[in-house]
C-alpha cells in the first residue's frame, strides 16, 4: 500500500513539475513581451519626417479648441529613434506614459526619461528627445501659447551626441 502510495506521488511530483516548467517559461514570455511591446494609449499617428527625425517616430495630434491656443498629441519613438535640435518660443511639457527614453537640454548632459515623468523644456532653449537605444518611448506633448510659434528645428542629434550620456 505504502509502495503504490509513493508512486502515486511520484507520478504527481513529475507531472506538477513539467507545469511549473510550462507556466514558468509562459511567464517568462510574457515578460520579455511586455518589455518590447509599449502600453498604447491612443494611435500610433504619422511617421515623422526623416528631416526632423533620426529613426522611426510616430505622431498623434490631439484636436484641441483653438481658445486654448495650445497644440498637444502623443509621439511614440522607437528604439533608437529621437528628435532633431530644436526651440519651442514658449516652451513644452511632456508626460512619458511608457519605456524609456532621453532628453537633452544644449550644455547639459543626456537626462533618463521614462513612464511617470513629467519633462518642462524652458521656453526658446536648444534641445532634443526621443527614446532609448533598446527601449521604446511614448510621450505625451503640450506647446502652450502657440501665438508665438510651436517649434524651431535645428539639425540631427548625430549618433555621438544620442550616446553620450
Ligand atoms: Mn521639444
Not at 53 to 76: C, I, P, R
Not at 77 to 105: C, K
Not at 138 to 145: D, E, K, L
Amino acid at each position: 500500500m505504502n509502495k503504490m502510495n509513493n508512486k502515486v506521488t511520484a507520478v504527481i511530483l513529475g507531472v506538477s513539475l513539467v507545469i511549473c516548467a510550462c507556466n514558468e517559461s509562459k511567464t517568462k514570455e510574457m515578460k520579455t513581451e511586455s518589455k518590447e511591446k509599449l502600453e498604447t494609449i491612443f494611435p500610433k499617428g504619422e511617421k515623422g519626417s526623416a528631416e526632423l527625425f533620426t529613426g522611426n517616430a510616430h505622431n498623434f495630434g490631439f484636436q484641441l479648441d483653438s481658445v486654448f491656443t495650445t497644440v498637444a498629441g502623443n509621439v511614440y519613438f522607437e528604439p533608437g529613434a529621437r528628435s532633431n535640435w530644436h526651440r519651442h518660443p514658449s516652451g513644452q511639457i511632456l508626460i512619458i506614459t511608457d519605456g524609456v527614453g532621453y532628453h537633452q537640454i544644449e550644455g547639459q548632459p543626456i537626462e533618463i526619461i521614462k513612464k511617470g515623468d513629467v519633462v518642462q523644456c524652458p521656453p526658446n532653449v536648444r534641445h532634443w528627445h526621443g527614446a532609448s537605444k533598446d527601449v521604446g518611448l511614448q510621450q505625451i506633448y503640450f506647446v502652450p501659447n502657440t501665438e508665438k510659434g510651436v517649434v524651431d528645428w535645428d539639425e540631427a542629434v548625430t549618433d555621438k551626441e544620442y550616446k553620450k550620456e
